[in-house]
């Protein structure tokens, strides 16, 4: 289970799903000659990019593995473990705010929860579960 809610790779829709979803697409469609990306953001653009998977989903993945890996960097490099973001200094929240697009830290947790949403529905198609 996911520590927090700040724990972006274990939370439902969070980095492992979608991971997982850009694995399961290259593996089904390898035999074809499928796009291969090392980089999960590049093989979700690469599939939706090709047509080889309803837009939408695609881009709700890319979207969310973008923003949430992009916030998981800020917490590695600037807080000690188990350290609220929230708590973290003035310049490190706007950091933050920045990262996921949003005007301040208040809506980051919104942002990141809309996110994970639409990865999880995106996650669900594409592995039908």
């Known amino acids: 289970p996911p520590r ?3 724990d ?3 939370n439902r829709g969070g980095l492992v799903d979608v991971e997982f979803a850009a694995q399961f697409l290259q593996l089904a469609h390898a035999a074809d000659g499928g796009p291969l990306r ?4 590049a093989a979700l653009a690469a599939f939706r990019e090709a047509g080889l998977g309803p837009t939408e989903p ?3 993945l890319e979207d ?3 923003l949430q890996q992009n916030l998981t960097q800020l917490i590695k490099l600037a807080l000690e473990d188990e350290a609220a973001p929230g708590a973290g200094p003035a310049a490190f929240r706007r950091l933050m705010a920045r990262a996921a697009g949003v005007g301040d830290f208040k809506a980051v947790k919104p942002a990141v929860e809309r996110a994970r949403k639409s990865a999880r529905n995106g996650y669900e198609i ?3 579960v």
């Open 4 to 6: 927090d809610f700040w």
């Open 8 to 10: 972006m790779k274990l």
């Open 38 to 41: 090392p980089n999960t953001g």
């Open 58 to 60: 695609l881009q709700a």
């Open 64 to 66: 969310a593995w973008r």
């Open 126 to 128: 594409i592995v039908q």
